[in-house]
């Protein structure tokens, strides 16, 4: 895809990855919408990016048909890319696990992202156009321990991303899943503070460059699935 000129929505675009990608689309010439549930600093990063703010908390149901409209709107009618990022995840082991725990997780990493998507889905049908990048895991692929809630939402995610894929192909709408390992950035940290660079972890930039590597690929192809290492973990 063509990125300059083009529309894309990130979920989660205040920080870490989708930071960092609205950044490098913004760069290329596309018109980029970030989504957060800090408005201070969704307002800052956007202001710094060049990106237009939409304080939106996607594990909020009832505003996602509305705030999909909005986000049509705000683009002038068309979207091109959605880039389904906002997560989060507890760690807790077999035996902590509470309710709130696992809906939680799943009330952001899945049934908003499924939700979200489903409205954003009809207007790239009524285009016959669209481009899906979702945000799995190296916990998408394999648990851990400490991994029951987080490794089985991003498994979730996997399974929607091969779904969509089977169901949306005939639409001409790309559905990719990019598996970052761990990534240097607030995740999961309580403080939401930024990680510093870390020179054995990835950081937002390989996942930002994956992610536009994938939408850039000319149309005709796509992308499944995306697995990112770090080089040398030791
Ligand atoms: N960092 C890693 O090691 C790693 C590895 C593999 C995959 N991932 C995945 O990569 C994605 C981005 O994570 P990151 O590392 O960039 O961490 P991050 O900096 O914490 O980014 C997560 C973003 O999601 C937003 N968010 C969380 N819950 C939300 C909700 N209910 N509604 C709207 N926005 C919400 C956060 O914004 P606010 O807090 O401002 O709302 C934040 O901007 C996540 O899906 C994560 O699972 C991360």
């Known amino acids: 895809m063509e990125i300059k000129n083009s529309t894309i929505l990130i979920t989660g675009g205040g920080s870490g990855i989708g930071k960092e990608t609205a950044k490098q689309f913004i760069e290329k010439g596309a018109k980029v919408i970030i989504t957060g549930r800090d408005e201070a600093k969704l307002n800052a990063v956007a202001k710094e990016l060049g990106a237009i703010p939409l304080l939106f908390n996607i594990s909020d149901f009832s505003s996602i048909e509305p705030m999909a409209a909005k ?3 705000l683009l002038g009618g ?5 880039v389904n990022n906002a997560g ?6 077999l035996g902590e696990i509470t309710l709130e725990d696992l809906q939680s997780v799943y009330a952001t990493n899945v049934f908003g992202l499924t939700l979200l998507t489903q409205e954003i889905v009809k207007t790239f049908k009524a285009q016959n156009y669209g481009n899906i990048i979702n945000l799995g ?3 998408a692929l394999k648990g851990f321990a400490r991994g029951s809630v987080y490794a089985a939402s991003k498994f979730a995610v996997r399974g929607l991303t091969q779904s969509w894929q089977a169901e949306l192909r005939p639409f001409n709408i790309r559905v990719s899943l990019v598996n970052p390992s761990e990534v240097a950035t607030a995740f999961a940290a309580t403080d939401r503070k930024e990680r510093e660079e870390e020179s054995n972890k990835l950081g937002a930039l390989e996942i930002a460059h994956s992610i536009v590597s994938v939408v850039e690929m000319r149309d005709k192809g796509f992308v499944t699935e995306l697995n990112v290492w770090a080089t040398n973990p030791f």
């Not at 068309?78 to 959605?82: G, P």
């Not at 989060?88 to 082991?93: A, Q, S």
Request: glycine share 6%; charged share 10%; aromatic share 6%.
């Open 88 to 93: 989060i995840g507890v760690f807790p082991t």
């Open 71 to 73: 986000v049509i709107s």
């Open 137 to 139: 895991s190296s916990a």
């Open 78 to 82: 068309r979207i091109d890319v959605l």
